[in-house]
Nanobody, 122 residues
């Protein structure tokens, strides 16, 4: 499966962004999807993930209540709504897919998108 992330940009603190990850190739609906991020000088970290059926979602504890992951099977995409953004949310955001397990760890992710930059100014 090929993944294409989009929607990043520059936003002021307190603002919102909606990231999208378009999937193509194999059957999107059978893949668990997730988002990770990597800030400058830091390791890539888990952000959110969603089961292939959309019934279960998972979030990094520090992001619960501000970020929402969803999937659109008709559009073969997974979205990440980010609200109340903070400067510390600045990072490159990557989408990931896995046919084996909900990708909450890098090692669980089989496919990766190219990343989209999110910059939050103070």
């Amino acid at each position: 499966v090929q993944l294409q992330a989009s929607g990043g940009g520059l936003v002021q603190a307190g603002g919102s962004l909606r990231l999208a990850c378009a999937a193509s190739g194999r059957t999107f609906s059978s893949y668990h999807m997730g988002w990770f991020r990597q800030a400058p000088g830091k390791e890539r970290e888990f952000v959110a993930a969603i089961h292939w059926n959309g019934d279960s979602t998972y979030y990094a504890d520090s992001l619960k209540g501000r970020f929402t992951i969803s999937r659109d099977s008709a559009e073969n995409s997974v979205n990440l709504q980010m609200n109340s953004l903070k400067p510390e949310d600045t990072a490159v955001y990557y989408c990931a897919a896995s046919g084996r397990a909900v990708p909450r760890l890098e090692a669980q992710s089989e496919f990766w998108g190219q990343g989209t930059q999110v910059t939050v100014s103070s």
